[in-house]
């Protein structure tokens, strides 16, 4: 995990972005509100350590206290939480853990130390800065904290404040990305279809059907889930069907939720009938605990699944392998989120999701460029592709349509049908002193002081110089150079 931690800081650092901070909690001088973060098992909300007040603390965090929040975020691709914590009184070799999403972000073993007592029995307190770094890109985190502690919370205890998000967030217009990503690489995802990502999930059911199980919502210590404890298991098919629009691509983002005495057991999802995803999970797996229903562990993490598909129609099924009874296992899904992607439709010519336009074409300064809006050479000030100022030195012409080049030699040219060239070819070495032609573009900028538009790459069709050759003949000697002029 560091040194993950450390290759995603150093893209981060190469890449040049920064940090923003997107949720904090418990930072007031007087705390008074939960700010609705959930606890199982406290002894009380807030203490008083010094003259500070924490949440949690001596005599209110102890033995079995279980600490959530469920935070719903926009698109990012990397997260960082920070905290003071305060480990009070006589920790024995004992941990305090921090689970996201159901895996283990932070664990550390602390012990008694002999300090001056700032709150608390004799033995003295720890407060420590907590740091957590890690990529993320789902639509919602779930921090869970919790401690090994085994005796009374007078004895040992633990409390927190001053907890901070932070996001690394995707370029603007992008639903999804990651690190390495550019604008023009993340808004090929377009989501098409969500569900349950609410906090308080809503009655509606959004098309979802439940078979073999109790229909609604349940509610796990403040985490609902569609479906969920007590409510789907043994036989039991969570489904949809929905249309899609033209894609290649998709990816399915979910949170499902494992409750009580799974036994490698696993949970499916299949897609026209199709296996795509399968999980198991053990109740009794290190760094997760009981968060609701039975004594058993609960497991509530995120999943993602990318896919080729491509069909019109889709049929989502989420079953599993349990086989006992609704109490003993169960299961729930939320925060379902659906994106396509179509790969590669840059320059067909037809504007499809999120493409501003499409000429056809990979020509620069043309008005548009890579299936966005984009300025003709010389413009300040374009809409749309359309320009209405130009740059300092250029020369705005909104009906000029002949385009002049002298002296043009070796280069690539495209050429609109219809137009006059006239040449000159000397002992083999060719040169295009004039060229006559008609242009499609309404309107452009050019060069206040010269003659010659270099912007002839702007125009639709492209002939190579060597193509050029062969459509005209030539006729030449080594002393009395012939000059020729074709019409096509």
């Keep these: ?10 893209i981060i650092f190469k890449l040049g972005l920064s940090q923003t901070l997107y949720y904090e909690a418990f930072s007031s001088v007087t705390l008074i509100s939960m700010e609705d973060w959930a606890t199982i098992n406290a002894y009380g909300n807030f203490s008083d350590c010094d003259g500070t007040q924490i949440f949690g603390g001596f005599n209110t965090f102890g033995m079995g206290t279980k600490v959530m929040k469920l935070i719903q975020l926009p698109p990012h691709f990397y997260v960082q939480i920070k905290m003071k914590f305060w480990k009070i009184d006589t920790w024995d070799n004992e941990y305090f853990n921090i689970n996201i ?3 283990q972000a932070f664990s550390q073993q602390y012990q008694s130390i002999s300090s001056i007592s700032e709150c608390g029995n ?30 009374n919370p007078s004895n040992e205890s633990w ?58 919502n349940s509610d796990c210590n403040g985490i609902q889930f569609y479906c969920g404890y007590g409510r789907c298991g043994h036989n039991s098919i969570i489904q949809k069907t929905l249309n899609l629009p033209t894609h290649q691509q998709l990816m399915i983002r979910f949170r499902l939720g494992f409750f009580d005495s799974w036994d490698n057991e696993y949970v499916y999802l299949n897609i026209d009938g199709n296996l795509v995803f399968s999980q198991s999970h053990f109740f009794y797996q290190e760094g997760n605990a ?34 006992e009874s609704l109490i003993n296992e169960s299961f729930g899904l939320r925060d379902f989120q659906i994106f396509t992607k179509i790969i590669k439709t840059c320059g ?125 003949s030539f006729q030449h000697n080594q002393n009395n150079p012939v000059q020729n002029q074709n019409q096509f």
């Excluded at 560091?2 to 150093?10: A, R, V």
């Excluded at 229903?293 to 079953?319: C, K, V, W």
């Design 1 to 10: 995990m560091k040194l993950l931690s450390l290759i995603f800081f150093i």
């Design 101 to 103: 999403d159901g895996a």
């Design 122 to 151: 004799s033995w003295g307190e720890e407060i420590q800065l907590i740091t957590i770094s890690l990529p993320h890109f789902y639509q919602s985190i779930l921090i869970y904290m919790f401690s090994t502690l085994d005796e």
């Design 159 to 216: 409390g927190f404040r001053d907890f901070q998000l932070f996001l690394y967030l995707c370029p603007p217009d992008c639903l999804s990305c990651t690190s390495d990503d550019l604008k023009k690489d993340c808004v090929l995802w377009s989501i098409v279809d969500f569900a349950f990502l609410e906090i308080y999930l809503s009655t509606f059911q959004e098309g979802w059907q439940i078979i073999n199980g109790i229909q609604g």
């Design 290 to 323: 009981d968060l609701c229903g039975l004594t058993y562990s609960d497991y509530l993490p995120n999943f993602q699944i990318i896919i080729d598909h491509s069909d019109a129609m889709i049929r989502l099924e989420f079953t599993t392998s349990l086989d």
């Design 348 to 472: 067909n010519g037809v504007i499809e999701q999120t493409e501003q336009c499409d000429d056809g074409n990979i020509y620069a300064f043309d008005g548009c460029f890579i299936c966005q809006y984009s300025c003709v050479e010389g413009c300040l000030n374009c809409i749309d592709g359309i320009c209405f100022e130009c740059d300092i030195g250029w020369i705005f012409k909104s009906d000029f349509n002949t385009y002049l080049i002298t002296h043009f030699e070796k280069r690539n040219l495209k050429f609109h049908p219809s137009k006059q060239i006239k040449t000159h070819h000397p002992k083999n070495q060719f040169y295009i002193q004039q060229v006559k032609i008609t242009s499609k573009i309404p309107q452009l900028c050019i060069l206040n002081n010269e003659e010659a538009i270099e912007g002839i790459s702007q125009l639709k069709l492209t002939f190579q110089m060597h193509q050029i050759l062969q459509e005209f």
